[in-house]
């Protein structure tokens, strides 16, 4: 087996495509840009349409090979080994994520910190709905009644940016709070955003995040990062404004 690898014009690679003697195909980084994904979208579109043309998987490879951005043809043990090298999370990926956020002076940060500490233990106690059966003898699904305190919170979640569509959540795990509850501030925004859009999908998601504790230590590592960030900013900040030495001429 043989691949190649794309690469976009800021150094983040966005995924890969390999070929056998009868086959090709594409591997992107789950952990990837939007942007990315559409570039490996794009070119594998690109490549199918020229192998439909007649050119072998091999000569395909070699072919856009020469495309801007594509590296050299190389050869791999295997699928698994070229998708173990898709799943590596770069330290690129993490600032990605924390580039969602907003700026650190932006009152959203004040209004999650008030909507968190308002959370009491009775309103995470979410009561769900549903489930009666209908004169047809239809069952309506159970669904989670959240209440206002809750949807405060999460609404507090993507005023501060850690909703986002940069972060395909629905290729990747929801990341898993460490045991020490600690949560690394990248993986809060990927967690907030699988929470938050996987409820659309799966009534109970946030439900589910507020039992387990994940929604805590999601609040609680943006928080952190947001106090750490202020911090480094006032001090550049003082830094700056700090008069410097005069010098003696003479």
């Known amino acids: 087996m043989h691949y190649i690898t794309l690469t976009m014009p800021d150094g983040e690679i966005a995924g890969y495509f390999w070929a056998t003697a009868t086959d ?8 990837g840009s939007s942007s990315a994904h559409r570039a490996v979208r ?17 000569g395909v490879l070699t072919l856009f090979s020469r495309e801007p951005g594509v590296g050299p043809v190389t050869e791999a043990p295997g699928l698994a080994a070229i ?18 956020l907003v700026p650190v002076d932006n009152p959203a940060w004040q209004e999650l910190a008030e909507a968190y500490d308002a959370l009491t233990d009775e309103e995470r106690d979410i ?21 206002k305190p809750l949807k405060r919170v999460v609404d507090a ?18 990341p898993e709070v460490p045991p ?6 990248a993986d809060a925004v990927r967690a907030a955003t699988a929470i938050v ?5 799966c009534d109970g998601m946030i439900d589910d995040a507020v039992k387990d504790g994940t929604l805590d230590a ?31 001429e003479n």
Not at 24 to 31: C, T
Request: with cysteine.
């Open 24 to 31: 090709l195909g594409r591997v992107r980084r789950p952990a």
């Open 42 to 58: 794009e070119l594998y579109s690109s490549m199918q349409d020229a192998h439909r043309r007649g050119l072998a998987p091999a």
């Open 83 to 100: 998708e173990e090298m898709a799943c590596v999370v770069t330290s690129a990926d993490d600032q990605r994520m924390l580039d969602q």
């Open 127 to 147: 009561p769900w709905g549903g489930g009666q059966r209908s004169p047809s003898g239809a069952i309506q699904m159970p669904y989670p009644l959240y209440g």
């Open 157 to 174: 979640l993507r005023s501060v940016g850690a909703v986002t569509m940069e972060y395909g959540w629905m290729g990747n795990p929801l």
């Open 180 to 185: 020490s509850g600690r949560m690394a501030p």
């Open 197 to 201: 859009l996987g409820e659309r999908c």
């Open 218 to 248: 999601v609040v609680a590592a943006l928080l952190t990062w947001h106090a750490g960030a202020r911090t480094t900013r006032d001090d550049k900040t003082d830094a700056a404004a700090a008069p410097r030495g005069r010098v003696d």
